[in-house]
T-cell receptor, first 117, second 110 residues
Framework: ETGVTQTPRHLVMGMTNKKSLKCEQHLGHNAMYWYKQSAKKPLELMFVYNFKEQTENNSVPSRFSPECPNSSHLFLHLHTLQPEDSALYLC????????????????FGPGTRLTVL | GIQVEQSPPDLILQEGANSTLRCNFSDSVNNLQWFHQNPWGQLINLFYIPSGTKQNGRLSATTVATERYSLLYISSSQTTDSGVYFCAVRATSGTYKYIFGTGTRLKVLA
């Protein structure tokens, strides 16, 4: 599905680096999500934004800092990460989290595979 | 919080075989989706199905909300069906969190 794009697709960074992941959705949605997928673990929800307001922070360490400047863009700023933060980071969007029904269907981007050395 | 369990964890099929994947959840839900994650990591929507039955080609899904489970049926499997199948639910009570199951890893052999 090309409605949600993520850049970069691969990222290798040292523990002292600062980098950002970018997500953009072209579906006219109002809710955006960051998920983390580590090897052998289920997807873990990190953050939820609805109409640019953060509605969920799933006890994520402060070295991950999200930013949602508008309903189409979501960033994840990374600093002083640890090797255990290496994972696939997935962005998703849906129309509006306040409704149930088909409008709450999530669409995922291709992910950024992050390696922390 | 709500617990989501999927079974079986791993499944190997010969091309052309049928299979049933199961998702059990521990609380009432207002959102349930099935996804297929391909070998490159992309999650593809299969069904939005908090209740009832839907069909899309060789795939169909049924959710029995009152009994807290959902089934995904794959008929006449093809090698391109290989990957990991996830169900994800959102509980009716209180939260916007989506909880993913641990997935079923399917390999279809030619």
């Amino acid at each position: 599905e090309t409605g949600v794009t993520q850049t970069p697709r691969h990222l290798v960074m040292g523990m002292t680096n600062k980098k950002s992941l970018k997500c953009e959705q072209h579906l006219g949605h109002n809710a955006m999500y960051w998920y983390k997928q580590s090897a052998k673990k289920p997807l873990e929800l990190m953050f939820v934004y609805n109409f640019k307001e953060q509605t969920e922070n799933n006890s994520v360490p402060s070295r991950f800092s999200p930013e949602c400047p508008n309903s189409s863009h979501l960033f994840l700023h990374l600093h002083t990460l640890q090797p255990e933060d290496s994972a696939l980071y997935l962005c998703a969007s849906s129309q509006d989290i306040r409704t149930s029904g088909f409008t709450d269907t999530q669409y995922f981007g291709p992910g950024t595979r992050l390696t922390v050395l | 919080g709500i617990q989501v369990e999927q079974s079986p964890p791993d499944l190997i099929l010969q091309e052309g075989a049928n299979s049933t994947l199961r998702c059990n959840f521990s609380d009432s839900v207002n959102n349930l989706q099935w996804f297929h994650q391909n070998p490159w990591g992309q999650l593809i929507n299969l069904f939005y199905i908090p209740s009832g039955t839907k069909q899309n080609g060789r795939l169909s899904a049924t959710t029995v909300a009152t009994e807290r489970y959902s089934l995904l049926y794959i008929s006449s499997s093809q090698t391109t069906d290989s990957g990991v199948y996830f169900c994800a639910v959102r509980a009716t009570s209180g939260t916007y969190k989506y909880i993913f199951g641990t997935g079923t890893r399917l390999k279809v052999l030619a």
